[in-house]
């Protein structure tokens, strides 16, 4: 860990303090790439009606609108707190290589923010969950498999 | 599984097939509340530059827009393709409790799209994962959890 690892996790504290007044969770999140912030987030969930509005998942759109690119190499995520499993995995897709983090899961949960419940079942089989997940087949299901591969000019990722 | 889920699935996968026409990947979801489509959603990673646009997220964030609300209890998602972490992990922060898909997990990595990867980081600890993830401390890290705790007129999720 470096000053500069300080200074930018810092920032992301900050944001997260900031988040509160504005109506936001007391999370904050920014994404780093050669030393120079590219994407900002806070948490927006109740504000903006969204679950998905976590401070990490709005950091890494934020910096992909503003690098118009859908993948983060090389980038360092810093958030104010342990990244959930969505975020964690929005991490992932985004190949964000490095995260730093100031507050712990466990702090998180004690301010009422517990996402270990979302952590246990990702590791269980779908029978032992606590919602229904459901396979059934349908006959076209593998249509947009063939219409992708025979695609030409597809991104892919 | 009823007549009603086939419909649903079918819709969905039907998504997942235009998609792939509009520019999209090849996946579509669709939130069903009380037999009414309430928020529809398509692969837009590569054309809208957001690694966080998979179908479910979108059709979770549409949902939720179109009712107004940051959780989706008593509704259905019906997807074309088993949910990677992030959008499991959406679906349980949105309170789905069912989940109905088509194409298995394993038919979407035949297809190029493989999250496997995903799914055993999650559940293995931070030292053995293939990127780093570190704690700092930072000591104005849990102001933001004061701020929440003090806040009377907050939404609490």
């Known amino acids: 860990m470096s000053a500069t690892d300080t200074s930018f996790l810092k920032q992301a ?17 920014l994404i780093v ?10 948490n927006q969930v109740t ?17 992909c609108k503003n690098i118009k690119s859908f993948t983060l190499e090389t ?10 499993p969505m975020c ?3 991490i992932y897709w985004a190949r964000i290589n490095r995260v730093v983090f100031a507050a712990t899961e466990q702090e998180a949960a004690n301010a009422g ?3 270990a419940i979302i952590a246990r079942e990702l590791c269980i089989p779908y029978e032992q969950r606590s919602i229904l ?23 892919e990722y």
């Not at 900050?14 to 007391?26: H, N």
């Not at 790439?33 to 806070?42: L, P, S, V």
């Not at 980038?75 to 959930?84: A, F, G, M, Q």
């Open 133 to 155: 997940i459901e396979h059934l087949t349908c006959h076209e299901h593998d249509q947009c498999f063939i219409e992708w591969s025979n695609k030409p000019d597809k991104t």
């Open 88 to 90: 964690m995995s929005a």
């Open 13 to 29: 504290v900050q944001l997260a303090t900031r988040s509160v007044a504005q109506g936001g969770g007391p999370f904050g999140a």
């Open 33 to 42: 790439k050669n030393n120079n912030i590219i994407g900002r987030g806070n």
């Open 113 to 115: 923010f517990d996402d």
């Open 47 to 63: 504000i903006n009606n969204d679950p998905t509005a976590h401070a990490e998942i709005n950091a890494i759109r934020d910096a």
């Open 75 to 84: 980038c360092t995520l810093y958030t104010s707190c342990e990244p959930c």
